[in-house]
């Protein structure tokens, strides 16, 4: 069983910063990659940002310059700091989980996520 568990959510004004964390517990092994999406009420969840083992990164366009995505390995925790906020940041956060079980097999865990207020 894998256990992810987020963090760092809340209420900010535009232009604010804010820090999501997620730790990764329980039977962890072969982690493809890790990353954060987002949601708002009727619409589909997006990738936000997402960071493989080798630290390779790739970002929505619609965040990149404004955040960054990192990894402490021996944590299994992955962050997002995010900064310069705009209403338009304002969803819930979830925190994904991408493990390898074979050769071109994954299998995704999802946190259940951190709400972001972005609002004067």
């Known amino acids: 069983q894998v256990l992810l568990v987020e963090s760092g959510g809340g209420l900010v004004q535009p232009g604010g910063s804010l820090r999501l964390s997620c730790a990764a517990s329980g039977i962890i092994f072969s982690i493809n990659s890790m990353g954060w999406y987002r949601q708002v009420p009727g619409e589909q969840r997006e990738l936000v940002a997402r960071?493989?083992?080798?630290?390779?990164?790739n970002y929505a366009d619609s965040v990149k310059g404004r955040f960054t995505i990192s990894r402490d390995n021996a944590k299994n925790t992955v962050y997002l700091q995010m900064n310069s906020l705009n209403p338009e940041d304002t969803a819930v956060y979830y925190c994904?989980?991408?493990?390898?079980?074979?050769?071109?097999?994954?299998?995704?865990?999802w946190g259940k996520g951190t709400l972001v207020t972005v609002s004067s």
């Open positions: 960071i493989t083992g080798e630290s390779s990164t």
């Open positions: 994904n989980l991408e493990l390898r079980i074979g050769a071109a097999d994954y299998i995704h865990y």
